[in-house]
């Protein structure tokens, strides 16, 4: 198991088409990507106490991977390259490319309820 966290920005002027071009997305990841165990995109509700704040705009992706290798095609290929080359430009970018914070977990312990799926 490759669990993974990345965090994106969008920015102000794209909110709505970005959360509907990231909808489209992890359809396409379901559809596509068979060794991607979970691809789930979430923004901050901002009418609930969180702390510290959330920076507007951020997206955070949870991502559950077969191996790191699935994770490399998952990023390489073209459901993701296809993304970033359309919508890329809806998101704050570094160098040409949307600016993402990376965090590549162990897990420890936990569980997930079949319930929790949508």
Not at 68 to 84: I, N, Y
Request: proline content about 8%.
């Amino acid at each position: 198991m490759y669990p993974i966290i990345s965090k994106w920005t969008i920015l102000d002027h794209f909110r709505n088409e970005a959360i509907a071009a990231l909808k489209a997305l992890a359809i396409k990841v379901q559809q596509a990507e068979p060794d991607t165990w979970a691809y789930t995109v979430h923004t901050p509700d901002f009418n609930q106490p969180s702390l510290p704040t959330p920076a507007a705009g951020e997206v955070i992706f949870f991502e559950i991977y077969k191996d790191e290798a699935a994770f490399l095609s998952h990023v390489s290929g073209p459901v993701f390259t296809d993304f970033v080359a359309t919508f890329g430009d809806m998101f704050l970018s570094s160098h040409g490319r949307p600016y993402t914070t990376l965090e590549i977990m162990i897990q420890e312990a936990g569980f997930f309820r079949p319930n929790c799926l949508p």
